[in-house]
């Protein structure tokens, strides 16, 4: 998955709509300096703002998008 604001804006959407993750936790994560598309998940995890499963399902959908 390549990082445009296309990619992350429909990853977004589905962190808050499917997950339910709160918009200040993704906020959080991007502003950490390696918030391209690719590591947000990763990021989000490592702050323990997602647990394992959900970081597998946006795995999942990062593999389908």
Do not use: K
Not at 32 to 49: A, K
């Amino acid at each position: 998955m390549t990082s445009n604001p296309a990619t992350q804006a429909r990853l977004i959407t589905f962190l808050q709509e499917e997950l339910a993750i709160p918009s200040s936790a993704i906020a959080l994560a991007l502003r950490h300096p390696e918030s391209e598309t690719n590591w947000l998940p990763i990021i989000l995890w490592q702050y323990g703002l997602i647990n394992l499963q959900q970081l597998n399902q946006v795995f999942e959908w990062m593999e389908t998008a």
